[in-house]
């Protein structure tokens, strides 16, 4: 029997939940490439980048949904602590205070 595109995201988002990033990137990645359009989807994929240390791919990967919907707070703030990770803490910066401007709740101080 074949999987529907929402029981696969709903396992990968198990996966996530179990904190085994590496495998939920894997899985979401796949997903991401047939439901291209899915921001949320796409949003988790470099959440689970992010987590895995897989840096780079969630750089590119938040940078085109920043690109694609540019009031997405947490696509902003991601991409800063990214970018921190990495430490390219100037660059960091600009995307924390875009993030902090819009919901300053978002960032802590």
Do not use: K, N
Not at 39 to 53: E, V
Request: glycine share 4%.
């Amino acid at each position: 029997m074949t999987e529907t595109l929402m029981e696969r995201y709903e396992r990968a988002r198990m996966f996530f939940d179990a904190e085994d990033y590496i495998t939920t990137a894997g899985m979401l990645a796949d997903l991401a490439a047939e439901v291209p359009g899915d921001l949320a989807l796409r949003l988790l994929l470099a959440r689970a980048y992010y987590h895995s240390a897989q840096l780079g791919r969630a750089e590119r990967t938040l940078r085109e949904l920043v690109a694609e919907d540019p009031v997405e707070v947490y696509a902003h703030l991601l991409l800063g602590r990214t970018l921190q990770r990495q430490s390219r803490h100037e660059e960091a910066h600009t995307y924390l205070r875009l993030a902090a401007a819009m919901s300053p709740e978002a960032v802590p101080a």
